[in-house]
């Protein structure tokens, strides 16, 4: 039976994380000094502070030391961790959401090894420089992946059964803080897309792996003094490969078969990003709500102006209507033989995506025009919260071309993600 009710232990869950973005994780991040600049480093002690409390293996089996967390419970945790700080959130989202997957997928003898690694060391952030055809997709609508965006990374088996990785990702979160890095690597050079793609764990101080330095917030250059500026959240940087050998054993699942980059696990993804963003949007309103119910004009708190009241009802219903989608994204992930809605075979993780960063944009835009002139200095959180919020809206995963995979998905078009060649 489809079922939102929240159980105790969830309820006790969202409370504990709640008492401790309030306590430790607003402070630091909302303190003017931080607001000011453009360049807002990561808050390292906090991100300590979480993996003491075991957010790093939140949805890591039990009986591999983890909370084993489903995905309705890592969406709840990750709002709670949205609304403290996004890049803090985000960082902690890819790695517990990546241990889930990537220990699973390993032999026993390495498997073993490298998590008690992972358990050991608060500090043992994980990554994963993979790639996705379907998000390469962009515009492109009922048409097959032919060729590949961005060259990918390559990989030859050697006699030994060791492998040798070549290549540059552009982009991969978490690659700052990383100790392990997942690559996705071709290593069928005649298939093309998804085909013939392995996935392979290079340990941080492997010889020829080279983690880039981190975008920063604005300013940095590259080729021709183009201009970049960062346009995601949490730590992220270009990863290389020269001539790095890994050994063998570090293969995740299959040769020539990885799927970390897409199926079940990066939906959940998905949706647990969609969480991170559901939080930024609700302390944007509870923000405004909090500014309404002091500031006075007119003789009256301005929350009873019917302007300000009529903001803070369409934020209130943006939110609960993305809180919903969320919820019934990730139940639907955990319960994935029960048929829930329309009966239409929509990816509901797509769709909670796609809608959530639309309506926390919206929310944050009318929480900051409660501020008035106030919203847009710059030692006070709401131009931060708009900011964040645009970048969610803008990413990849949630423009508008990612609605094509919803249209596609209700024309019954199945996109061929391969082609020989």
Same mark, same amino acid.
């Given at each position: 039976?489809?079922?939102?009710?929240?159980?105790?232990?969830?309820?006790?869950?969202?409370?504990?994380?709640?008492?401790?973005?309030?306590?430790?994780?607003?402070?630091?991040?909302?303190?003017?000094?931080?607001?000011?600049?453009?360049?807002?480093?990561?808050?390292?002690?906090?991100?300590?502070?979480?993996?003491?409390?075991?957010?790093?293996?939140?949805?890591?089996?039990?009986?591999?030391?983890?909370?084993?967390?489903?995905?309705?419970?890592?969406?709840?945790?990750?709002?709670?961790?949205?609304?403290?700080?996004?890049?803090?959130?985000?960082?902690?989202?890819?790695?517990?959401?990546?241990?889930?997957?990537?220990?699973?997928?390993?032999?026993?003898?390495?498997?073993?090894?490298?998590?008690?690694?992972?358990?050991?060391?608060?500090?043992?952030?994980?990554?994963?420089?993979?790639?996705?055809?379907?998000?390469?997709?962009?515009?492109?609508?009922?048409?097959?992946?032919?060729?590949?965006?961005?060259?990918?990374?390559?990989?030859?088996?050697?006699?030994?059964?060791?492998?040798?990785?070549?290549?540059?990702?552009?982009?991969?979160?978490?690659?700052?803080?990383?100790?392990?890095?997942?690559?996705? #690597? $071709?290593?069928?050079? *005649?298939? %093309? !897309?998804?085909?013939?793609?392995?996935?392979?764990?290079?340990? /941080?101080?492997?010889? @020829?792996?080279? #983690? $880039?330095?981190?975008? *920063?917030? %604005? !300013?940095?250059?590259?080729?021709?003094?183009?201009?970049?500026? /960062?346009?995601?959240? @949490?730590?992220?940087?270009?990863?290389?490969?020269?001539?790095?050998?890994?050994?063998?054993?570090?293969?995740?699942?299959?040769?020539?078969?990885?799927?970390?980059?897409?199926?079940?696990?990066?939906?959940?993804?998905?949706?647990?990003?969609?969480?991170?963003?559901?939080?930024?949007?609700?302390?944007?309103?509870?923000?405004?709500?909090?500014?309404?119910?002091?500031?006075?004009?007119?003789?009256?708190?301005?929350?009873?102006?019917?302007?300000?009241?009529?903001?803070?009802?369409?934020?209130?219903?943006?939110?609960?209507?993305?809180?919903?989608?969320?919820?019934?994204?990730?139940?639907?992930?955990?319960?994935?033989?029960?048929?829930?809605?329309?009966?239409?075979?929509?990816?509901?993780?797509?769709?909670?995506?796609?809608?959530?960063?639309?309506?926390?944009?919206?929310?944050?835009?009318?929480?900051?025009?409660?501020?008035?002139?106030?919203?847009?200095?710059?030692?006070?959180?709401?131009?931060?919260?708009?900011?964040?919020?645009?970048?969610?809206?803008?990413?990849?995963?949630?423009?508008?071309?990612?609605?094509?995979?919803?249209?596609?998905?209700?024309?019954?078009?199945?996109?061929?993600?391969?082609?020989?060649?």
């Amino acid at each position: 039976m489809y079922d939102l009710q929240l159980t105790p232990e969830q309820l006790e869950m969202r409370e504990t994380i709640r008492d401790f973005v309030t306590r430790e994780v607003k402070p630091p991040a909302l303190h003017p000094t931080r607001l000011e600049p453009f360049e807002k480093p990561l808050l390292a002690d906090v991100l300590t502070q979480a993996s003491q409390m075991g957010l790093r293996m939140l949805a890591l089996p039990e009986e591999a030391g983890g909370a084993g967390a489903d995905c309705l419970t890592s969406c709840i945790v990750m709002e709670e961790l949205g609304a403290g700080d996004v890049d803090v959130a985000m960082a902690l989202a890819h790695t517990s959401g990546l241990a889930r997957s990537i220990f699973d997928g390993l032999a026993p003898e390495p498997r073993k090894r490298l998590l008690q690694q992972f358990i050991g060391d608060d500090g043992y952030h994980l990554a994963i420089a993979a790639y996705d055809p379907a998000a390469q997709a962009g515009w492109s609508y009922h048409r097959p992946l032919i060729d590949d965006h961005e060259p990918v990374p390559t990989a030859v088996k050697q006699s030994n059964g060791d492998w040798i990785i070549n290549g540059t990702v552009s982009l991969v979160p978490n690659a700052p803080i990383a100790k392990l890095i997942a690559v996705e #690597v $071709r290593t069928d050079p *005649k298939k %093309t !897309g998804s085909n013939g793609m392995t996935t392979l764990l290079v340990p /941080r101080e492997t010889r @020829g792996l080279t #983690v $880039r330095p981190q975008v *920063k917030a %604005t !300013g940095a250059t590259r080729g021709n003094d183009e201009a970049i500026i /960062r346009w995601h959240h @949490g730590p992220a940087a270009a990863v290389a490969f020269e001539d790095c050998r890994v050994s063998g054993d570090h293969l995740v699942g299959k040769e020539g078969q990885s799927t970390l980059a897409r199926g079940p696990a990066a939906a959940r993804g998905l949706v647990e990003v969609a969480a991170v963003n559901l939080g930024l949007g609700r302390v944007a309103y509870e923000t405004a709500v909090d500014y309404a119910g002091i500031r006075r004009q007119g003789g009256r708190n301005i929350i009873e102006h019917q302007s300000i009241g009529g903001k803070l009802a369409d934020c209130a219903i943006r939110l609960e209507l993305a809180r919903n989608m969320i919820w019934k994204a990730a139940w639907v992930l955990d319960h994935p033989d029960v048929q829930v809605g329309s009966g239409a075979e929509l990816p509901l993780h797509v769709v909670a995506r796609v809608y959530t960063a639309q309506a926390v944009h919206e929310v944050t835009l009318l929480a900051a025009e409660c501020f008035g002139a106030m919203g847009v200095m710059r030692d006070m959180p709401l131009q931060k919260y708009v900011h964040d919020g645009m970048v969610f809206f803008h990413q990849d995963d949630s423009d508008d071309a990612a609605k094509l995979r919803i249209a596609e998905a209700l024309a019954g078009y199945e996109r061929p993600l391969a082609q020989t060649a």
